[in-house]
């Protein structure tokens, strides 16, 4: 049954690569308003879960449904509520930051002195203004982060998806981005964000999905996935390692750092 009070949900998600399973049969589950966090080690289907959910990679099984609707049957009207932030972020680099927004406004249809308007704010608050005649080409790491969430972000979607976003950001820019990111959650908004920052998603997110080797392993509010813990040690937990670090086969880095003889 669908529960529309869900931004996020999936049914039985299922990816092959070859012989190998990268999401066996995950059911997402991201309530509305949520600040959402997606955590998980390398090579967990992070990735591969939140391009299925975008509507960016094809499923071989399972279904995805936001705010209620199909995103492999509907994906014009699921389109135009969700924003995304995608790994390796892929940006048309010959345009200035400003011409890439408005690109992106005329693209979704919203009339030109909108656009125009809604990214001269999102310049100024992205700390971008200065950079906005620059072309992407030249901007940093960071830049094209806060440029690309500033695009994800024009149409006002319900719902926005995050892979990754703080990598690579200066902790003034990771505090800027947050602040943006808090202000369009408390407005009902929803957030989903995969990251390897634990500290990160303790702090921002409400709700944690956490995966291991393609399957969801806890999720929930925060404080039932933590369960009185901190969010790194029952990560730690979930996902199998010792919290020590044991277990981890480092016994064979037993040369790492000898004396030679
Ligand atoms: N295009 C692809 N072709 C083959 N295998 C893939 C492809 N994309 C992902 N995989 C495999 O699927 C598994 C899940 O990868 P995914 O990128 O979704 O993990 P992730 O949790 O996002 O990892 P990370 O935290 O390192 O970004 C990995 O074993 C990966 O090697």
Known sequence: MTDIADAVRTRQLFKRFGQQVAVGGVDLVVPRGSFAGLVGP?????????????GLLRPDGGDVLIDGLDVWRDPVPVKARIG?????????????????????????????????????????????????DKLVVDYSTGMRKKIGLAAALLHNPRVLFLDEPFEGVDPVSANTLVEVLRRYTAS?????????????????????????????????????????????????????AGADGSGNGEEGLSWLGATPA
């Not at 997110?205 to 813990?229: F, H, K």
Request: aromatic share 4%.
């Open 42 to 54: 390398n090579g967990a289907g992070k990735t591969t879960t939140l391009s299925m959910v975008t």
């Open 84 to 132: 995304v932030l995608p790994e390796g972020l892929r940006l048309f680099e010959r345009l200035s930051g400003r011409e890439l927004l408005s690109y992106n406004g005329q693209l979704r249809g919203i009339p030109r002195a909108e656009v125009e308007q809604r990214a001269e704010g999102l310049l100024k608050v992205m700390d971008l203004a200065e950079s906005a």
């Open 188 to 240: 009902g908004s929803t957030v989903v964000f995969s990251s390897h920052v634990m500290e990160l998603v303790e702090r921002l997110c409400d709700w944690v999905s956490v995966m291991n080797r393609g399957q969801i392993v806890a999720q929930g509010p925060l404080d039932e996935v933590r369960a009185g813990r901190s969010l790194n040690e029952a990560f730690l937990g979930l996902v199998g």
